[in-house]
């Protein structure tokens, strides 16, 4: 009788996971009858009850339950914005955080030939036209450190206006395409303090203007698009150049007049495919085979790539101690235009940004798009990534599209995402800035947890005497995590006590320095976030993990937590992430780690 009844009981959770995925927010097979890992608790063999902290009321002022468990802090407090340099020097169009050093790395567009900051004394001056020997002695490439704000200088020869990029295994910044001369570039830039660009003009088979860049499983790249490149291909090994290119039908299929089909979203699945969204369509393509494995559902509303510029994140991956055969991955794109909003900017008619925010889940047997609201309209707005799990979306217009003053209406509020609360519960507007971060503005993480917000160039160029100046100020905002109400719960990682390198699959101890007592594995955990190569609202290569957790156990003044690595490059590229220890929803500084 007890078998006839968990039969019953399993074929009724498959049929209504069939009509409704939102009924199981994380993968259901390891909460099936019979499903056994050989563990307990926190891994993937049932749903541990969070239990209260001390004094809290689940569910009222003490605190909320979030998905899989646990019990975070709450705060009304809506953030706060400071002013961290009145002079990046380069207007921020790219950018980068370096691992390791902590310095971000800004660059813009030689084509300019004109920036805030000299190139150093004894750096040659870049020769512009050899036959008339113009030269350009101003920077177009900085390294600002996070915490001082000092900047230094770097040369650039070609050209890296609307351009692609991510880090390799050793922390290497890999930057490729650009304009004119650059869009057939490769150019690499280590991650060290006196390291210099190294430019390869001939490294791509096909000229990449606003193309994107994404890392594969071992750690190698794939670069797609770009302005009349209706193609792909794989960048080479440093100082060697590409000349296969396939085509792609998602490419073609997705261009229009407005070319909305510019910096399509690519994310690296679970399964080691890459899903890739262009204009309103998306399909997962391998890259074994180069052949497309899946097609999804259209999303409706209208464009979401450059010019129409919405925004995209992959949401966490929750992982376990022993993870399921497929591993749940779930795509986010929010905001974008009209189909013809580019057209009518140009005849100074500035649409209504798109307002929907969609999910879709893309190992589902039957993906299908869930579509809530934001709170206000949003185009060209960073999507980024926080330490705790949750999503920000900050900077951007209302009205508009991305190009040359065709955006209006600044979005100064932050949006805070919460990607487990219930739909239409998700959305929370934050404390705004008062600096407009329209086209060409850049959002990154830090490892503090605070976000670097800078950028924003609506001009063909400096210009300071129109509505949208260059803006060359740079701001750090806090997330509500770091209301100074909760700053007595913040864990602390003890570097000491924390490897610097993990391999796949392996079990590592994380020591955190934490105040409060009773700290479990509901309520504390870890992750681990891939830094995001940032240009017009596309975030490539943002990637976070939340690891198994084993264990948590008392230890001097806080607790070690046994955790488990990613189980192999699908799940997590090798290469930097910056790791963190997450008490009640707030996350500690962040420490560099490397999955090799």
Known sequence: MRASTRVIWTVSVFMLAAVSEAIFPLPFLPFLPGFN????????????????????????????????????????????????????????????????????QYYDATIWRISKIKLPPGVPCHVVNAKTNKIDCWAHSILMDVNTGALKPLALSTDTWCSSGGLTVNGTLVSTGGYGGGANTARYLSSCENCKWEEYPQALAAKRWYSTQATLPDGKFFVIGGRDA???????EEGQNNRKLYDSLLLRQTDDPEENNLYP???????????????????????????????FPQLPGGARNYPGSGSSALLPIQLYVKNPKVIPAEV?????????????????????????????????AKPRWKTEMMPTPRIMSDTVILPNGDILLVNGAKRG??????????????????????????????????????????????????V??????????????????????????SPPYLDPALANIRPKIVTTGTPKQIKYGQFFNVKVDLKEKGATKQNLKVTMLAPAFT????????????????????????YDIQAVAPPNGNIAPPGYYLIFAIYKGVPSTGEWIQIV
């Open 230 to 236: 209706l193609n792909y291909e794989y960048i080479p």
């Open 37 to 104: 890992n050989g563990f307990r608790d926190n891994e993937a063999v049932k749903v541990a009850q969070p239990q209260p902290a001390a004094g809290a009321v689940a569910g009222g002022k003490g605190g909320r339950r979030q998905r899989g468990g646990g019990l975070d802090a709450q705060t009304t407090w809506g953030g706060k914005w400071e002013l961290f340099l009145e002079n990046s020097g380069v207007s921020g169009m790219h950018a980068i955080l370096m691992p390791v050093i902590n310095k971000v």
């Open 332 to 364: 986010l794109v929010c905001g974008g235009s009209k189909q013809d909003a580019y057209y009518k900017a140009g005849k100074k008619v500035y649409e209504p940004a798109l307002q929907d925010c969609a999910r879709i889940r893309i190992n589902s």
């Open 265 to 295: 979203f690519v994310w690296l699945n679970t399964d080691g495919n890459l899903f890739i969204f262009a204009n309103n369509r998306s399909i997962l393509l391998s890259p074994k085979t180069n052949q497309v494995i899946k097609e």
């Open 401 to 450: 599209c991305s190009g040359w003053g065709y955006g209006k209406d600044p979005a100064f509020a932050p949006l805070l995402y919460k990607p487990h609360a219930p739909r239409g519960k998700r959305f929370r507007q934050l404390k705004p800035s008062t600096i407009p971060r329209m086209y060409h503005s850049t959002a990154i993480i830090l490892p503090d947890g605070k």
């Open 535 to 558: 240009t017009h609202s596309i975030s490539m290569n943002m990637r976070m993990l939340i690891l198994g957790v084993a264990n948590v156990k008392p230890a001097g003044a806080g």
């Open 452 to 477: 670097l917000v800078g950028g924003s160039n609506t001009n063909d160029g400096y210009k300071y005497n129109v509505e949208f100046p260059t803006e060359l100020r740079v701001e750090k905002f």
